[in-house]
């Protein structure tokens, strides 16, 4: 079945600036900017007033509809980016053998080295790219902090930093270590 029109509306706050050209999306804010190129996705966009901006489809089949409730989250989701961040808490799960974990400067980016997991003399790295910040709690023992202003690297660098630190070969119901996300929320300014 055909729907001959599908809108969704974007609502945009007073101190972010949302600027489309040819479905490339640039969303600015008081904590930075973030791009997006949208060009696969057949959507018109068309601004109602400055702090409105509707998203069209027209003649989709239930396919498109979706993708675009898509489009509006991926742009809510950099609208709130550029205004509160996003922050990822994780945790150190281990039974016997300690995971040391430590945030380095390297060449300009942060690199994340996981040490001792399940005992191995192994040294495990996961680059955290350049707009990410990682960082030791230092409020509660055995947690990893990630932020920054766009959600899909922030929780990218997440799953690499758990999949690295995946049980292989024994059995994953009796040993449960690993590096797990615990919380998701929004970056807390300090007063």
């Known amino acids: 079945m055909k729907y001959v029109s599908s809108v969704q509306d974007i609502e945009v706050p007073e101190d972010v600036s949302v600027i489309i050209k040819s479905r490339f999306v640039k969303v600015t804010g008081p904590k930075g900017v973030l791009t997006k190129d949208l060009k696969h996705v057949n959507v018109t966009f068309v601004p109602v007033n400055k ?11 239930r396919r498109h509809v979706a993708t675009l409730r898509t489009v509006k989250s991926l742009i809510t989701n950099m609208i709130t980016g550029v205004t509160v961040g996003f922050l990822y808490k994780m945790r150190f799960v281990y039974a016997h053998f300690p995971i040391n974990v430590s945030v380095i400067e390297e060449d300009g980016h942060q690199v994340v080295e996981i040490r001792n997991f399940l005992g191995d003399k192994k040294l495990r790295r996961v680059d955290v ?9 230092k409020a509660q023992k055995d947690e990893l902090i990630v932020s920054g202003i766009s959600v899909e690297e922030v929780s990218q660098t997440c799953a690499n930093i758990h999949q690295i630190c995946l049980v292989r070969h024994k059995d994953i119901r009796k040993f449960l270590d690993g590096i797990y996300v615990s919380e998701k929320g929004h970056i807390i300014e300090e007063l």
């Open 51 to 61: 702090n409105l901006i509707q998203a069209h489809i027209h003649n989709g089949d």
């Open 129 to 137: 790219p350049k707009d990410v910040k990682a960082e030791i709690s």
